[in-house]
């Protein structure tokens, strides 16, 4: 790809690291959300840590060298109220677009994150998914709480590991594949439930908990994961939904209300709050390092993507150095 050229209000970022993600996982696969929202020609990849190499002529708060990532959908600084209002990731007008596999990439210097300079540059690759383990986490405090978390994929795990971070009691983590639940006790799951196996209600007894969980992840956003979830809930339990299902949703709002469940949507993090925590947290020894699964040069790109289909990798690291 030609190197882009950058406006007066971006930054040109030379690529050191990407990480395959769900959503490229889907374009390659050429999935039907894809085909119907996905415009081509289109450079793809937004897990990515780079470095800054020039730098428009009315940025001043970046210099060259500095590692960084960026928040994704794009944000501008100007098009909105919720920028102004640090609530970025709901603008309206972004562009979801990054374009990170490339050896280079152009940006908003609004959307722009700086690392430490010492950062891991695997787990910086990771911050974008991390951040929706912390947006979701975080909505709640999990301080001395039971975490029921539904689904041990990459967020699903992450997640485990900053309940765990942030001081839950109990982190069970819900899943019907052995090997991802294995890996979501590495990360900090106190209890690995293959939901195949193992009736959710009679883990919640064997644990100790009368009403049920305090707070609820849900992850993969499958109608009967779902459904589990809700029934093991709490009264005033507060549920955070990351997943995204592929189908109308019917669930029990008879459960939900008279429980008074909280029920809240994620949707990508805070621009400036949630990358902060990340980094604040990375620094005082949350380590998602296990996560990953494969380290490869980009030019193998082939190999991560044949793994992620296979089901035997969690997240793939490119090379671009």
Not at 154 to 180: K, L, Y
Not at 255 to 275: A, C, D, E, P, Q
């Amino acid at each position: 790809m030609p190197k882009p050229k950058i406006g007066v209000n971006d930054v040109l970022i030379k690529v050191k690291r990407t990480a395959i993600c769900d959503t490229d996982l889907g374009v390659y696969n050429w999935e039907g959300w894809a085909r119907q929202t996905t415009p081509v020609p289109l450079v793809v990849g937004h897990e990515f840590v780079g470095e800054v190499v020039e730098i428009g002529d009315n940025v001043n708060e970046y210099y060259l060298g500095q590692l960084v990532s960026s928040e994704r959908p794009m944000v501008y600084g100007h098009c909105c109220n919720n920028f102004t209002t640090e609530d970025g990731h709901l603008c309206a007008e972004g562009c979801d677009c990054v374009g990170a596999f490339a050896e280079y990439m152009s940006l908003p210097a609004a959307a722009v994150w700086q690392h430490h300079k010492d950062v891991d540059l695997d787990v910086a690759a990771l911050f974008d998914p991390l951040g929706n383990a912390v947006q979701a986490v975080l909505q709640y405090d999990v301080l001395g709480m039971n975490v029921l978390i539904s689904g041990a994929g990459s967020i699903g795990a992450m997640a485990a590991a900053v309940c765990r971070h942030a001081g839950a009691r109990h982190v069970v983590v819900a899943d019907i594949n052995p090997q991802r639940l294995e890996l979501a006790k590495k990360l900090g799951a106190t209890y690995a439930v293959n939901a195949t196996q193992e009736d959710l209600t009679n883990v919640r007894h064997k644990l100790g908990m009368g009403e049920g969980f305090d707070v609820g992840l849900e992850m993969p956003g499958e109608s009967s994961t779902f459904k589990d979830l809700l029934a093991n809930m709490c009264y005033g339990g507060k549920v955070s939904i990351q997943g995204s299902p592929n189908e109308l949703l019917a669930i029990d709002w008879g459960n939900v209300i008279f429980n008074m469940l909280t029920l809240k949507g994620i949707y990508n993090r805070g621009m400036s709050g949630i990358w902060q925590k990340m980094s604040l947290m990375i620094d005082s020894g949350l380590d998602i390092g296990s996560l990953i699964t494969h380290r490869l040069d980009y030019t193998d790109f082939q190999q991560g993507f044949d793994a992620l289909n296979e089901g035997v990798a969690s997240k793939v690291i490119l090379n671009w150095e």
